[in-house]
């Protein structure tokens, strides 16, 4: 096992003050900011700097002379090496109150922006075991301790990338972000792929047979497996038949031929080995085809709890004409579909639309109308004209927020209400200083979707200035 010392020299006795983004904490050397993740604001800890850059350094903790009052036993034996769960390590309470501390800090820091009111922030009902979907990579060599060591474990993984490193995969035991019946899925995978010594994809050479592992469950009991390997070998069949006859709970059994060199499966087939086409889920009243390679909500319990805290925001009149900006595979447009006249969704990807469209139709919804295309293009003047004038927007950009030109199209069609939904309050506090000449932020809303991780979804109402 190879160790190489890093090129900028140990800190010691560096005491952690405060919470920073991105779920790290900070500490201070001379007037220099040090990031530094896992770690909480009262520990007191020697570092190894892993990153410089002009303003600031980034470094790991490697030994800790003292521990924050803060922390709690983190339940994940893979804490501090996966990137996934960032706050195992603070009480989930403590959790929220840095989460809302963030977003408010964001709007104010970013945006300029003091909501005229702020609601209390929205804890999930599941701290663990809430997550519907896990995505698991092969590996032909994998990563057994922190990534500043470089140590390699010189056998097969089945787990999740080191953060920040494409070709670098943690072998993992247990998610606790995932139910029992996954888990065990992942490791009757992980021990017969070992065992049977089928070749682990080399992500730097593109060789080897197996490549990722997707398990989708639903709330409503349904589990789907997505096997993606780059050749149909025996014992890849036999791997398939043994998931069938061993876990009754696997209601679609599915693999997926990929050969590219990315790992991306939207633009491939997926073939059904055994068991339904689909799982079903559902928000709410409303049911949901969830298609092995369409986009769910993640966390579809507490998603119940963002559409009907957004809903309860945007006082909506029978009479509205609504536009869902975002508007994926239609689940906030078909949720308040019965509240308005009409929603006009609009979204990038064609197959979110098929789905929207599909699950409308299976709900018996028939006033909503959902158009393909990138935003800035597609939602325009003409658009409105045909479609009629909003009288409130929903928008649910992805994390890097909303373009120039889809803000300079809200500012002329100036809706009386805009509910933004963001899952990256910074990016949403840019945005609101952009709307700040026609509207005013009357609301915020934080809603934890994703306990344990620093993400959080914030939800704005905005109204129209008088
Ligand atoms: C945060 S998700 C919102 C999904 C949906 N509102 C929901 O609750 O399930 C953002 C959506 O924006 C879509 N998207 C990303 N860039 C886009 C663009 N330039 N134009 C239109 N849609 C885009 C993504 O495909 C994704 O479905």
């Known amino acids: 096992m190879s160790r190489r010392k890093h090129k900028y020299g140990p800190l010691s006795n560096l005491e952690i003050t405060q919470f920073a983004a991105e779920g790290k904490c900070i500490a201070r050397l001379d007037e220099q900011v040090v990031f530094i993740p896992f770690t909480a604001p009262g520990d007191i800890i020697d570092a190894q700097v892993t990153r410089k850059k002009k303003n600031y350094l980034e470094a790991r903790a490697t030994h800790f002379h003292q521990r924050s009052d803060l922390r709690i036993e983190p339940k994940c034996a893979h ?13 989930y309470e403590e959790q929220l109150i840095q989460k809302e501390k963030q977003v408010i ?4 820091k970013i945006g300029k922006v003091t909501p005229k009111k702020l609601l209390p922030i929205i804890g999930a009902p599941s701290e663990f075991e809430y997550r519907n979907k896990v995505e698991l990579s092969f590996c032909h060599e994998g990563w057994i301790e922190d990534v500043t060591d470089k140590s390699v474990l010189k056998e097969p993984a089945l787990g999740f990338h080191v953060p920040g490193r494409f070709d670098k995969v ?22 017969f792929t070992k065992e049977q010594e089928i070749e682990h994809y080399n992500i730097r050479m593109h060789t080897g047979i197996l490549r990722n592992l997707i398990v989708r469950t639903s709330s409503l009991g349904g589990l789907m ?3 993606v390997i780059t050749e149909k070998t025996a014992l890849i069949d036999q791997l398939l038949q043994n998931l069938d006859e061993k876990f009754s709970e696997i209601s679609s059994l599915n693999f997926v ?39 769910f909500q993640t966390n579809s319990t507490q998603v119940f709890h963002l559409y009907e805290a957004a809903l309860k925001l945007a006082q909506f009149n029978p ?13 906030i447009a078909l949720f308040m579909a019965k509240s308005v006249q009409k929603v006009v969704g609009i979204e990038i990807l064609p197959q979110a639309i098929d789905d929207a469209r599909e699950n409308a ?30 009288d409130v927007i929903m928008v649910d950009p992805p994390r ?25 309050p910074a990016t949403q506090a840019r945005d609101l200083a952009l709307l700040s000449e026609s509207y005013e932020v009357e609301l915020s809303q934080a809603v934890d979707m994703f306990p344990q991780t620093h993400h959080i979804e914030n939800i704005v109402s905005l109204q129209l200035k008088r």
């Open 79 to 91: 804490f501090s090496v996966c990137g996934g769960c960032k706050w195992q390590h603070i009480s």
């Open 105 to 108: 800090n964001q709007l104010d």
């Open 170 to 191: 943690l072998n993992v035991e247990h998610c606790h972000l995932v139910n029992q019946s996954v888990n065990d899925i992942i490791q009757y995978v992980g021990k």
């Open 225 to 227: 497996v997505i096997l």
């Open 257 to 295: 031929i990929n050969t590219k060199k990315n790992d991306t499966i939207f633009d491939l087939d997926v073939v059904r080995y055994s068991g339904d086409e689909l799982l079903y889920d559902q928000i709410g009243d409303l049911k949901y085809k969830v298609r092995p390679k369409s986009f």
């Open 319 to 331: 009479s509205d004409v609504v536009y869902d900006l975002y508007t994926g595979t239609g689940s």
């Open 361 to 390: 139709k299976e709900n018996g919804i028939d006033n909503c109308t959902f158009f393909v295309g990138d935003m800035k293009k597609a939602f325009t003047n003409e658009l409105i004209a045909q479609e009629g004038k909003p």
């Open 400 to 424: 890097n927020g909303m373009d120039k030109e889809v803000i300079e199209t809200l500012l002329t069609a100036l809706p009386r209400q805009i509910i933004y939904i963001s899952c990256n």
